[in-house]
């Protein structure tokens, strides 16, 4: 993990606020000139603490009105076996976000679709042939409280 200054991590803390900030507004901001303001920001991206840059998108305006957190459980455990459930489901548009977890079951994703019967089908047709699943358990989201905020950075060191 490389080493974050307070001039990284403010930076950091501007673009989790307005992704779409000036490299001069951000220098500016944070007291640095536009030349070394913008190498922190390529350092940032090259090392991979800075992953990309993403619209955020009304869900609801176009048209995918149903959040359903689906947990997934593999019948055999091993590495291949997982391995093999993790490219599955990389591959499916509709999982938005997706996580290996303890407890109760294996994999825990996001996933965003129109409606019940674009879930439904979803469901019978690609989630239930995945490699090893032993069983599913739909979670479906009534409201959205909070979505993508800001994470609270560490101070530096």
Do not use: W
Request: with cysteine.
């Amino acid at each position: 993990m490389p080493s974050l200054d307070k001039f990284d991590v403010a930076i950091l803390r501007i673009l989790q606020e307005d992704a779409r900030a000036t490299n001069v507004e951000i220098a500016e901001r944070v007291n640095l000139s536009p030349s070394p303001c913008l190498r922190r920001i390529r350092n940032l991206e090259k090392s991979g603490v800075l992953r990309g840059y993403r619209a955020d998108i009304d869900r609801k305006q176009v048209g995918l009105g149903l959040t359903v957190f689906v947990e997934m459980k593999v019948g055999r455990h091993s590495q291949e076996n997982a391995r093999l459930q993790q490219e599955a489901l990389l591959a499916i548009p509709e999982v938005v976000s997706c996580f290996l977890i303890s407890g109760s079951a294996d994999f825990l994703a996001e996933v965003v679709v129109a409606d019940l019967a674009a879930y439904e089908t979803l469901l019978t047709e690609t989630l239930l042939a995945l490699p090893g699943v032993a069983d599913i358990r739909s979670n479906f989201a009534i409201r959205t409280i909070k979505t993508g905020g800001t994470l609270k950075l560490p101070e530096p060191r």
